[in-house]
């Protein structure tokens, strides 16, 4: 599993989104990822700097992309893009491209998100006919959204009156299924990174066990406590070891970040 489809998470709350005011375009989260001692690879998360039209609406073209290095990419390599076209206005997503290959394991899906339709057409070949109306077509309820445009819809929601101990989530439609992603409120923690000391919110990803993970906190994300809500700090354990992803940079950010004064 590529450690960018755990990072993202959104809110049980029937909030409408209000304005975008934690993110703009041309941001880029570059992550190192560790598996147990091992420095395996690198991830990125970025903001495309120009804007683009998909179905005649103005849209955010995000990617995330990761890539094993160094000793590890000699025995497991990984290759892995995602793509999503998130509405402007809505920040619900319009297509979203995934293309995975992890130890020549690949898997390429293209899907297209009708809203008003209420349904998503995936194209599992990822050939230039994925943006056609050609494909299975899924039922999808109101809101739906992908695995990246949750994460950018959750990071714009109000979370005052959400106390710790609460479970919160969004519907998700990934890997052919609708996913409702949860999280658990946890706690509040400062973590050190390479930018110095971040204030961050500590939150419990709920995550199906038996799969990779034995318990389904096994996996813990801190998030920087301001308006940004950028993630600062993965950590999972799961069946066969234990893999961290911490910020290793970040760039033009929509508002200043939680650092902790020295």
């Known amino acids: 599993m590529f450690v960018l489809s755990i990072f993202f998470f959104g809110s049980l709350y029937s909030q409408s989104h209000n304005s975008n005011k934690a993110f703009k375009r041309g941001e880029v989260l570059t992550y ?3 598996y147990g001692l091992i420095d395996a690879g690198e991830a990125t998360i970025a903001i ?3 804007s683009i039209r998909f179905n005649n609406s103005p849209c955010y073209h995000v990617v995330g992309t990761g890539n094993s290095k160094n000793a590890f990419d000699w ?7 995602y793509d999503s076209y998130i509405d402007e206005q809505t920040l619900l997503p319009h297509f979203f491209m995934r293309r995975v290959n992890e130890g020549g394991f690949i ?3 293209d899907y297209r998100f009708n809203q008003t339709a209420k349904s998503v057409n995936v194209k599992r ?3 230039d006919e994925a943006r056609s ?3 299975k077509v899924f ?3 109101n809101s739906t959204h992908d695995i990246l445009s949750a994460f950018y819809y959750a990071r714009n929601l109000n979370l005052e009156g959400v106390k710790m101990g609460d479970i919160i989530t969004i519907q998700t439609f990934f890997d052919e299924e609708l996913f409702p992603m949860k999280i658990k409120i946890v706690g509040k923690e400062v973590i050190n990174t390479r930018a110095g000391k971040i204030r961050c919110i500590k939150i419990h990803p709920l995550i199906q066990q038996g799969r990779v993970f034995k318990e389904e906190d096994d996996l813990t994300l801190w998030v920087s406590d301001d308006k940004n809500r950028i993630p600062v700090r993965l950590q999972a354990e799961i069946l066969v070891g234990s893999i ?8 033009n950010l929509a508002n200043p970040i939680a650092l902790v004064n020295k």
């Open 244 to 251: 961290k992803m911490d910020i290793k940079s970040f760039s």
């Open 125 to 127: 070949d990822g050939s």
């Open 75 to 81: 025995f497991f390599k990984v290759r892995d893009r």
């Open 107 to 109: 898997i390429n899906q």
């Open 48 to 50: 495309a700097k120009d």
């Open 133 to 135: 109306t050609k494909g």
């Open 32 to 34: 190192r990822v560790h």
């Open 139 to 141: 039922t999808i309820p």
